[in-house]
């Protein structure tokens, strides 16, 4: 797996998981836990998604948390709509985005002391880095949005800044593990679909009629290798099971709650 957690400030109580991938020149990342924050109840601890029913203002201090830890910079996340659209955070985006969160699922950047956040509960967040020639990037891929191509349009974004797919590395954070995800004959179809027959690998029969278990994280996986990301990893944990650590959709949904938390992923160039 290679990642390992690590509490990013003795002085901060918010913990994350760095990858080594990712680790090395002016780059710095961290997919954060749920541990940590100020939220309480259902969004207990480090809830940083204002897509949520918590308070505001809690959600503030989560992210502020989280941006402590990181390191010096401004948080930009968008609003996401599992799509393949993706957004070029520019050196005038505090201006250009002033206005509201634009609608997409990644982020793309050259600039530095911008942290690309990407929000999920169960869908694979993916962050991307060239270090050679300081591009990064972050996704957000749930089914819909890895069919509709969102890594291979966050691939060739980066590549549009000066990456190159050669010297890119890939990490997908947390995610929902197929133990856990079990989906319907639409959802396979539609993977099979976008990638040929390749695609039944991705799924085991459910012991539910008509049912599957579907890996989310070796699709994306795939789908980057395609784009020539040949080094990326998966850091194999899952949003489900491990309850202590993370948010996750459809634990909310199995519970009958009314809403949950979202955890943050994040990437930037140090200034």
Known sequence: MGAYWQ???TNNPVRAITHPLLNGGSIVHGFFARDGGVSSGIYSGLNCGPGSNDDPENVKKNRALAMGALGRGELFTCYQIHSPN?????????TEFSAAPPKADALVSNVSGVALGILTAD????????VKNGVIGALHAGWKGAVAGVVGNTVKAMTALGADPSTTVAVIGPTIGQQNYEVGNDVRDAVIKSIGANGEEFFIPSKNNDRWMFSLPDFVLTQLNEYKIE?????????YADEK??????????RDEKDYGRILSAIMICE
């Open 245 to 254: 650590s993370f948010f996750s959709y459809r634990r909310a949904t199995h």
């Open 86 to 94: 993706v957004i070029t955070v520019g050196e005038n985006w505090r």
């Open 231 to 239: 080094k990326s990893k998966n850091t194999g944990l899952d949003t």
């Open 123 to 130: 869908c694979a967040p993916v962050l991307l880095a060239d």
């Open 7 to 9: 509490t990013m400030d």
